[in-house]
């Protein structure tokens, strides 16, 4: 007999697939990937593209700006915008308002109406004729905009919506939906939003670093995450200058501007990239002294770096945590 | 030859003894502002004043003793961990059990196995409307209690392990 080690034809390495789409890096991991495992790649990376054409606030012509446009009357769009904008309307309940996408004035206001280069740092742009001024006419009430499922059509209301991040874990959530059994155990990443499914590719979870928002390469935490989604909402990238003005993009609903949040990052895990983004978001603006109490009520999982670069943790995060920063003494 | 003696040391003596009381008096002066244990006093004021300064960071209402409170944090955070490592030696010692018994190991089933994990969370995750899928709370630790370190400062005494991905910012190249 032979002594060669037998190996299984049908036992495929791992599956990975990159590409660029959201303004973020997108990538799919497939741990021993099934005989259909390309097919629903190539599925689920056609969902996060039509996600990205058509909720992008970016292009006047997407579904989303024509929704937009439209204002009080309504206006037919595609499967995929419909569903964000109705997962958005859902999470602004569920946040009390926390979490609002009518947001797009202001983030025009600050010049953010195109891709920005961030990955220059320092990224400074002219302040507008009349200054920052802030959205007149708009006052802080509930959002309600009217939804007619049979036709796919949408009413979001005078002030224009923004679905930037909860898109984003919405294209995050319906890909992984889809490679979910490409293969024993999946990962979708999209720009900090994540769902890992299964073991990982070594049996004992997916373990995913903590990005440290202060910077270098060190993490302050490592997470070990079976079936979990995990979303990040941070400043480290998306902060900018106007005129003299230091602004980014987690705006606060109820002052209209960039929140003045005393945290640099929050992170959420949980069972849907959608609501660990939106609840991440909605913690971020809350600031340092109201999260952990809101983070306990909600039974979040959450992370937090504050200003000084101290980490705090929830009680419903702590079995995540594989590795953490270590006491400052 | 008396006389300019007697003017030498009327000199000397009228430039010395200014100098000496000036001495005297700054001597006096400094040891009155100055106590023996005032070193050590300073130290103590130093040490108690930076505990409540880590406290403040996440107060908790009930556990007034700042000092306390971040040891028990740490006594928390540890006692997780070894809950943790008993469960995967219970896990371990099932499996080498099973072995012995002739059973497959992967066929035994514990509470850290990838198969029981995934069941339970592939049924909730099933759910397609956002509500339905809303965060829930894990397994709750045994008490509540502050957890606070330091990101910046304060290098880990353990090197991070290798991971798969990093979560952060929105946009960031990696």
């Given at each position: 007999m032979s002594s060669a080690q037998v190996v299984d034809p049908s036992v495929r390495s791992d599956l990975r697939t990159e590409f660029r789409s959201m303004a973020s890096d997108v990538r799919f991991w497939v741990v021993r990937p099934g005989a259909d495992a390309d097919h629903r790649v190539a599925q689920a990376r056609a969902v996060v593209e039509r996600v990205a054409t058509t909720c992008t606030r970016f292009d006047p012509t997407s579904d989303l700006m024509r929704a937009n446009d439209a204002g009080s009357r309504w206006a037919v769009v595609s499967r995929e915008c419909f569903d964000a904008l109705v997962a958005a309307h859902d999470a602004h309940l569920a946040t009390s308002g926390r979490f609002d996408p009518r947001v797009l004035r202001v983030l025009t206001a600050y010049g953010y109406d195109a891709s920005l280069p961030f990955e220059t740092r320092r990224l400074i742009l002219a302040a507008p004729a009349g200054g920052i001024a802030r959205a007149r006419g708009f006052r802080s009430r509930t959002w309600r905009p009217r939804f007619d499922v049979d036709r796919l059509a949408v009413r979001v209301g005078r002030e224009p919506v923004d679905l930037g991040g909860i898109g984003k874990g919405l294209a995050v959530r319906w890909a992984s939906d889809l490679l979910r059994e490409a293969g024993e155990a999946t990962l979708v990443e999209a720009g900090g939003d994540l769902m890992a499914t299964g073991s990982g590719p070594d049996g004992d979870g997916w373990s995913v670093a903590v990005e440290n928002p202060v910077g270098g390469t060190e993490p302050v935490a490592v997470l070990r995450l079976h079936d979990r989604a995990c979303a990040t909402s941070s400043t480290r990238v998306r902060s900018w200058t106007v005129g003299d003005t230091a602004v980014h993009h987690l705006i606060d609903p109820s002052t209209r501007r960039s929140a003045d949040s005393d945290l640099l990052s929050v992170t959420v895990v949980g069972e849907d990239p959608a609501w660990a983004e939106v609840w991440s978001k909605a913690l971020f603006v809350g600031g340092r002294a109201a999260i952990r109490a809101t983070a306990e009520e909600h039974g979040l999982a959450a992370l937090w770096v504050d200003g000084s670069g101290r980490v705090g943790t929830s009680r419903a995060l702590r079995p995540h945590v594989a590795w953490e920063v270590s006491h400052a003494g | 030859?008396?006389?300019?003696?007697?003017?030498?040391?009327?000199?000397?003596?009228?430039?010395?003894?200014?100098?000496?009381?000036?001495?005297?008096?700054?001597?006096?002066?400094?040891?009155?502002?100055?106590?023996?244990?005032?070193?050590?006093?300073?130290?103590?004021?130093?040490?108690?004043?930076?505990?409540?300064?880590?406290?403040?960071?996440?107060?908790?209402?009930?556990?007034?003793?700042?000092?306390?409170?971040?040891?028990?944090?740490?006594?928390?955070?540890?006692?997780?961990?070894?809950?943790?490592?008993?469960?995967?030696?219970?896990?371990?010692?099932?499996?080498?059990?099973?072995?012995a018994k002739g059973i497959p190991a992967a066929s035994v089933r514990t509470s850290t196995s990838p198969g029981s994990s995934r069941s339970s969370a592939r049924t909730s995750s099933t759910a397609s409307t956002p509500k339905a899928s809303a965060p829930r709370a894990a397994a709750p630790a045994s008490r509540p209690a502050p957890v606070v370190r330091s990101a910046a400062p304060a290098p880990a005494p353990v090197q991070a392990p290798a991971t798969h991905t990093t979560t952060g910012a929105s946009g960031a190249v990696k």
């Open positions: - | 030859m008396t006389d300019r003696g007697t003017r030498v040391r009327w000199t000397t003596a009228a430039l010395v003894a200014p100098a000496a009381a000036a001495v005297f008096t700054g001597t006096t002066v400094w040891a009155a502002d100055h106590e023996p244990a005032s070193a050590a006093a300073t130290t103590t004021t130093s040490t108690t004043s930076t505990a409540p300064a880590v406290a403040a960071a996440d107060p908790a209402p009930a556990q007034p003793d700042p000092v306390i409170a971040s040891l028990q944090a740490a006594v928390d955070a540890n006692s997780v961990q070894v809950a943790r490592l008993r469960r995967t030696v219970a896990d371990l010692q099932a499996q080498a059990a099973a072995i």
